[in-house]
């Protein structure tokens, strides 16, 4: 037994200093696999004290081992090839202290190990022609609690640059198909042109044929590091985080026992109203049923003011402020009277006075200025998108336009790749077809070949694209698959491979550079670059479209982007940049290949198509008008008989009213021209629309009342007329000057296309008023001496003999007077008019607040337009939104500790640091609309300047910068490898090199060069004096329809002020990708800017009716309260409609607003100046004498020209102007001729003494007290 416990113990020694030798020791022969590195030299023997030329390699790589001798398995020349070989971890990974420290340990192990042979073992060698023998193949033992813990510590690492994670580009594959033992093995593999010879990972945790695993202490991305590091930050490590971040819950429905709040409301509301207001309507009818009246009772009443028994028929029982209406009223009488009597004496001084006034104002039409760009339609220069826009164009330069296709294919054959080396079948969709990808470049090609011309120069896509590294690399960035394989036929046909299988091709290449878009040579046997041939990644989200998750091999579509240089005042090189771009619009257009649907776009190719559907809707535009002009012309004459067509016909004068009404406009026009405010197209399409509805209906008052009156005895012609205008200017000045009012208080408008037009419009309405009340009267006055001297109509200077005719009432008059006003004011009518209507009110009031805010992009296209095509792609397979800014305005201190870590999202930064708060906001993307952790500069110019590695280096002479290409033995680290040297630059060590680092190009040695990435996003003071404005880029999620783009801006500036909050210093978000923020802004805050405009119109429209209604309030209130109905109704309409509400619907609220008063007001007025003694008499008085004129005014003239307006190709015409129009007239017409009369009828003021005691003495000994006595 004794004997046999020595013998063991022997062997145990014996067995246990055979564990201490090396496998190998030095570097031999040339490895066959990867040109420029060696094999190692097979040796077992102890291991060696290394040279002390390697000790400070040794600090800086395997810290662990510099102590005592330094005995190590490894020599100078593999500590050199180790840290060669870990460059592009080392920038990577070292980001995370503990991540790094981990992967060191496994490669220093590995290396230098003196305890190599107890977990490793060499399996294969061959001779050298020095008599050593080359290690052509390890087998390494790794305990799998190693494995474990390592890729637990780097699982979460960043890659700011690439917007993905670290193990993406150093794992192989996609970092979620990444493990601790594939990507260990993927470093190992010899295929991954990075490792000379073969190593074979076993994994254990117990020891396997004699070998113990290495498993060294590992630290978790919590822990720090012995050497003081700190754990790593959050966004690269997920356990430092905490929990994630949980979106609050949408907010629920308003709901009232399931049903919608607003609908149970308005419907119990309604139902209240009905049962007070039936009961008050059957009461009131069974009171004056039980009182017996005397049909003699009016006339006796000496309360009445009619009445033949007053006291004292000189004086009248007034109030004041009845006396005071009666006189404000009788003064305007008055003045326009006289006026009207001039105009008619002297025509020739108005209409050349007028003449001249036009034409002056009208000159300004020669410094015209029509804007179609959207952002100076939508956008405020005071608002804060404006500002931000401007801010970012000025500090890096306007953002890039861009030409996009999106390509898919009619063929639907996917087919199965099955990897060589083993792995599941990978499918792939029919589009990523090799044949397709060559037919899909030489398209691409085309497209780069392109060849424009401007002012006679050619202009190639070269010339105007964006170029990241010029000058050292002029290749155009161009954002497509096609790049993975160079742009060129001859990588997309390699294959590696003999007769009998085929190792790598295509798909293989494909695959790799899906999962890491930056690397600059795959783990496959082609070993091609993935990176772009412009120096900088194609992001798979970015170049294909309609896939799963990530599963990019099933792509249905291509997306191919060109990026071009955008030009803020260089009007020649934006010149150039839009005629290359008419000539790739005019080449897609062109374009067939029956395997490949291509849709396309342009950066100008959004203002084209407006500016083509607005010349294509000039067709029916001139219809539309044309129809209503004739309507004008022929509806104003009152034609007696057949014989006297002619003369009694107003076609001259009707013309001559349309010609005023044009003046008008352009006079509008001219004036503010002279001022420089710019024309938009809404203004050229709706002002003529209103003014002609505003100033026809006018035109249609005057001449209808001079139609039905009778000139007095001793009357002469211009003392009719000015009587005439006496009567009714008033009512015309009222609606005149209260839309007036209204349209310049809409002009407080933010939004510049409804301020524009609120000033256009408010101008155009009031000259139109002048014109009428001066040129027109005196035509008018012309036109009835014609008339009365039997003179024809156009040809005043033939005339039928006389004769006089019968005068009659037009029929439309006498249909008013005789059938529809007596009807409406019958006693059970009124009822079921006034309960129509409110239900109309209370339907339309419950679905306000369901009227969708926005404008659809494709709404604003023509029906035939190319770009519709476009947008449906876009939302169909797209997945990854445009990029969004976070912008760091000037003063932020990036040199001080404080100011990097409020910023960075590396080791020691603040957890609310920008940084960290976009990534927390990205894991969250369905809520934030954030889809990824931002690129950022700090962050990779922290590890850029990290002195281990050979990216940062100058000339030791001329402190010139070094590429870490450039192989020179005076090129010295730009830090030293002491404690301090480790640490972040600050002060001036950090203005140092950062330009440095903003020049680098990215290369093999060094992937982590800021040239590309970063070259446009930090704004360098001169001279060196400090850093200004930066940005920190990533993506929106895919935003489809217009709810999307309004979320993603709310949220966007939710996360820019929290940051902003934190910092203590200004960031913003900011995006430009068809004017996204800009041009969404406005939505924000629509909803409030339509109730501020239409409640400042309303009390305009409320104070003017007061005022010039005689200081009667109630009547204004009634008159505000229609027009507030017609409103809520317009917005009901809208919603059953499918018209949302934006800026074009704002326009048309606002105009809705002024044409309601015409419909309401001339009503009004001449409901308030009745003397007839009941309400509904007065109402039925109203309505016969103004309803004609306003139905034939306003309601006729425009529905001819409206429903022209359906045919036409615009989509937006056909939405927000016929459907939007046709509502306001009918509903204008509905409420000002049926519901305000009945209105009147039951609540209207009740009659002013004064006015009736005034109109008997005027009236007295004529012909009108007879017919108002009978």
Known sequence: ????????????????????????????????????????????????????????????????????????????????????????PLQFLSRCPACFFNLMNLFCELTCSPHQSRFMNATKFNATKINSTNVLEVEYYIGKNFSNAMYNACMDVQAPSSNVKALALLCGKDAKDCNATNWIQYMF????????????????????????????????????????????????????????????????????????????????????????????????????????????????????????????????????????????????????????????????????????????????????????????????????????????????????????????????????????????????????????????????????????????????????????????????????????????????????????????????????????????????????????????????????????????????????????????????????????????????????????????????????????????????????????????????????????VMVDSKISLGIAGILIVLSSVSSSLGLFSYFGVPLTLIVIEVIPFLVLAVGVDNIFIIVQTYQRDERMPQEELHQQIGRILGDVAPSMFLSSFSETVAFFLGALSNMPAVRTFSLFAGLAVFIDFLLQISCFVSLLGLDAQRQEGNRLDIFCCAKLPDGQEEKKDSFLFQFFRKIFAPFLLKEWVRPIIVAVFVGILSFSISVVNKVEIGLDQKLSMPDDSYVLEYFKNLSMYLHTGAP?????????????????????????????????????????????????????????????????????????????????????????????????????????????????????????????????????????????????????????????????YIEALKMARILADNITQTMGHKVFAYRRVLIFYVFYEQYLTIARDTAVNLGASLAAIFLVSAVLLGFELWSAALVSLTIAMILVNMLGVMWLWSISLNAISLVNLVMCCGISVEFCSHIVRAFSVSVKPSRAERAEEALAHMGSSVFSGITLTKFGGILILALSKSQIFQVFYFRMFLAIVLLGAAHGLVFLPVLLSYIGPSVNKAKVFAANKRNAGTERERLLNY
């Not at 009207?340 to 025509?347: A, K």
């Not at 830090?975 to 440095?996: I, N, V, Y």
């Open 1 to 88: 037994g004794t004997l046999r416990a020595i013998c063991l113990g022997f062997l145990g020694q014996t067995l246990s200093v055979e564990a201490q030798h090396c496998v190998w020791y030095g570097e031999c022969g040339e490895s066959e696999k990867v040109p420029g590195k060696k094999y190692n030299c097979n040796y077992t023997g102890p291991s060696l004290p290394l040279d002390p030329k390697g000790y400070d390699l040794l600090t800086e790589l395997c810290p662990g081992y510099d102590y005592g001798e330094r005995r190590l398995c490894c020599d100078v020349n593999q500590l050199n090839t180790l840290k060669g070989s870990l460059q592009l």
């Open 189 to 644: 593999n010899i295929n991954n042109g990075q490792t000379p010879f073969s190593i074979i990972p076993i994994f254990s945790d117990v020891p396997v044929s004699g070998h113990t695993p290495m498993n060294n202490k590992t630290y978790a991305c919590t822990e720090g590091l012995e050497d003081g590091s700190g754990p790593c930050s959050c966004q690269d490590c997920a356990k430092a985080c905490g929990p994630k971040p949980v979106p609050p819950p949408l907010p629920p429905p308003w709901t009232i026992l399931g049903i919608d709040a607003m609908t149970l409301i308005m419907w119990i509301s309604y139902a209240a109203f009905l049962f007070i207001f039936i009961g008050a309507v059957l009461g009131a009818w069974c009171y004056r049923k039980r009182t017996i009246m005397s049909e003699y009772g009016p006339i006796l009443d000496s309360n009445n003011p009619l009445s033949i028994n007053s006291n004292n028929p000189d004086q009248v029982n007034a109030s004041c402020c009845e006396t005071l209406g009666e006189r404000f009223e009788n003064a305007l009488r008055v003045l326009f009277s006289s006026w009207g009597s001039f105009c008619v004496r002297r025509p020739t001084l108005v209409i050349l006075g007028s003449l001249i006034l036009v034409a002056a104002s009208s000159g300004g039409l020669f410094f015209m200025r029509i804007t179609t760009d959207p952002v100076e339609l939508w956008s405020s220069p005071s608002s804060q998108a404006r500002q931000e826009k401007d801010y970012f164009d000025s500090h890096f330069g306007p953002f890039f336009r861009t030409a996009q296709l999106i390509i898919t294919t009619p063929l639907t054959d996917t087919f199965i790749y099955s990897p060589y080396f083993g792995g599941s079948d990978v499918p792939f969709g029919a589009i990523l077809d090799k044949d397709i990808l060559h037919q899909v470049l030489d398209l691409q090609l085309s497209i780069e070949g392109l060849i424009a011309t401007y002012e006679g120069q050619s202009v190639t896509l070269k010339d105007i694209c964006l170029a990241p590294l010029a000058p050292f690399n002029n290749n155009c960035t161009i954002l497509s698959v096609l790049n993975y394989f160079q742009n060129s036929h001859a990588v997309l046909d390699h294959v590696v491979g003999d007769d009998f299988y085929v190792y790598a091709d295509y798909h293989s290449h494909f695959l790799y550079c899906v999962s890491a878009p930056a690397s600059l040579n795959d783990t496959t046997m082609l070993h091609d670059p993935c990176l772009g041939t412009y120096g900088g990644p194609i992001f798979p989200w970015l170049a294909l479209g309609g896939y799963d998750e990530t599963n990019y091999n099933n792509a249905t579509a291509l997306v191919i982007t060109f990026p071009l240089n955008n030009y803020l005042n260089d009007s020649v090189r934006l010149g150039k940049a839009l005629a290359w771009e008419q000539e790739f619009i005019k080449f897609m257009k062109n374009f067939n290949n029956p395997n490949l649907t291509v849709a396309f776009s342009a950066e100008r190719s959004i203002e084209d198509e407006i500016d083509r559907e607005s010349n294509s809707d000039v067709g029916t535009i001139v219809i539309s008008y044309a129809i209503m002009f004739i309507y004008i012309s022929l509806a104003l004459g009152h034609i007696n008989s057949c014989r006297r």
């Open 884 to 1044: 969004v800014y976070f912008v760091v305005e000037d003063g932020h201190n990036y040199s001080s500790p404080e100011g990097q870590n409020a910023v960075c999202g590396g080791v020691g930064c603040n957890n609310d640091s920008l940084v960290q708060q976009v990534y927390g906001a990205s894991l969250i993307s369905d809520y934030t609309t954030v889809a990824f952790t931002p690129s950022s500069w700090l962050d990779d110019y922290f590890d850029w300047v990290k002195p281990q590695s050979s990216c940062c280096r100058y000339l030791n002479a001329s402190g010139d910068f070094c590429n870490a290409s450039v192989v020179n033995p005076s090129c010295v680290h730009c830090r030293p490898m002491t404690p301090s040297g480790k640490q972040r630059p600050e002060g001036d060590d950090f203005m140092r090199f950062l330009p440095m680092f903003l020049s680098d190009n990215p290369n093999v040695k060094c992937g982590k060069g800021g040239h590309a990435a970063y070259a446009t996003a930090v704004d360098l003071r001169p001279k060196g004096a400090g850093v200004g404005a930066t940005y920190f880029m990533t993506y929106h999620t895919i935003l489809k329809e217009s709810p999307d």
